[in-house]
């Protein structure tokens, strides 16, 4: 099946900062999606990003799908930024994701 | 809210027990899903299906059962739990491949422990 690769596996920043999260995959894709899971456990939609680019507020999402990788950057960090980062991929027929191991963020004061 | 609503939200069950985990969707989505997500790790697919009266193997399918009787009801079944299936379990709803968009969307999640 698919591999999934994110980068890196831990990052702490300090608030105000800016950072770039990476995922690599092994297969062409059908969907690509960013999450974050806060530290409550909860699944936060950031982005469902197949390919090109987009901009919500602080955060944008590139995909270079020729090149199978997607970039998630993050500006001018805060701590609610905090919490682990999925990127989860689907390269068959049925939607099925398969996620990466996720970059934990500690965003401090 | 339009989402995915799971119950309950945690369970401890004794070893040998059956169990049953609820999913319901009010968005409409043909597909569904379920996933594991177990300590330091990403989420596995266990069971998924992607239209009422389908279910298919994810990468985990051992020791759960899954049925699909509606479009908004998806609920996983331990037969006889074991204390490896202690997890976290989340459900996911999406459109189907083939349409424009097929974003999936979580549920908040149901913490099981299993002694």
């Known amino acids: 099946g698919i591999q999934v690769e994110q980068s890196p596996p831990d990052l702490i920043l300090q608030e105000g900062a800016n950072s770039t999260l990476r995922c690599n995959f092994s297969d062409s894709v059908n969907n690509l999606q960013w999450f974050h899971q806060n530290p409550w456990g909860q699944l936060i939609n950031l982005f469902y990003i197949p390919s090109g680019t987009k901009q919500n507020g602080r955060l944008s999402a590139t995909t270079v799908a020729t090149e199978r990788y997607s970039l998630l950057y993050i500006s001018s960090s805060q701590t609610t930024d905090s919490g682990v980062y999925f990127c989860?991929?689907?390269?068959?027929?049925?939607?099925?994701?398969?996620f990466g191991t996720g970059t934990r963020l500690q965003v401090t004061l | 809210i339009a989402g995915i609503t799971q119950a309950p939200t945690s369970q401890i069950l004794a070893a040998g027990r059956r169990m049953t985990l609820r999913c319901t969707q009010d968005m409409r989505h043909n597909a569904m899903y379920w996933y594991r997500q177990d300590l330091g790790l990403g989420l596995r697919l266990i069971h998924y299906s992607n239209t009422a009266g389908t279910t298919g193997k994810g990468e985990v399918p051992d020791g759960y059962s899954v049925s699909r009787a509606n479009t908004d009801d998806f609920p996983l079944t331990l037969a006889s739990a074991v204390p490896s299936q202690t997890s976290v379990y989340f459900c996911?709803?999406?459109?189907?491949?083939?349409?424009?968009?097929?974003?999936?969307?979580f549920g908040q999640g149901t913490r099981l422990t299993v002694v």
């Open positions: 996911a709803s999406s459109d189907i491949p083939g349409t424009a968009n097929t974003e999936a969307f």
């Open positions: 989860a991929v689907d390269g068959g027929t049925a939607s099925k994701l398969t």
